[in-house]
């Protein structure tokens, strides 16, 4: 039991960080097919992934309910401007955000095309699984 112990701690902490290396290993890459030299990519520090969420903005109910409200301020309807201001904040305050990817910041050096090394930072954009990459913004190689 006792040598059980640190062979089930070794495991999971092989299993764990797979993760972590796999959407990495993903970014370097991806970035690898959009610069001009891409054997000289060499990465400095990737930054903590930040979560990317919808709001209620973000939903065309909203974006109705903004159409309406503008109407009724123009027809000076301001008994239906209060229930429309009243239903958009209580949509809010319910809505529930739904996470749609992450974003990934990465510090990097590449040579660009006249074969100068230089240090850059990227920003790329995850699916919600952190497994695809849907967009690589900042490489100014």
């Not at 990817?101 to 006249?114: H, T």
Request: glycine share 4%; aromatic share 12%.
């Amino acid at each position: 039991m006792k040598r059980l112990i640190p062979v089930i701690s070794v495991v999971l902490f092989f299993f764990g960080c797979s993760s972590d290396v796999n959407y990495k290993q993903k970014a370097v890459e991806y970035l690898k097919t959009k610069v001009p030299n891409p054997a000289s990519v060499d990465t400095i520090k990737f930054l903590k992934p930040d979560s990317i969420y919808t709001t209620f903005h973000d939903n065309p109910e909203y974006r109705s309910l903004m159409v309406a409200l503008n109407n009724f301020y123009i027809k000076g309807d301001s008994a239906k401007v209060r229930e429309t201001k009243a239903a958009v904040k209580e949509k809010e305050r319910t809505y529930k955000n739904v996470l749609v990817g992450w974003d990934v910041r990465l510090i990097y050096k590449a040579k660009d095309k006249k074969g100068t090394l230089k240090t850059d930072t990227c920003r790329f954009t995850f699916d919600s699984t952190l497994k695809i990459v849907k967009d690589l913004n900042g490489v100014d190689l």
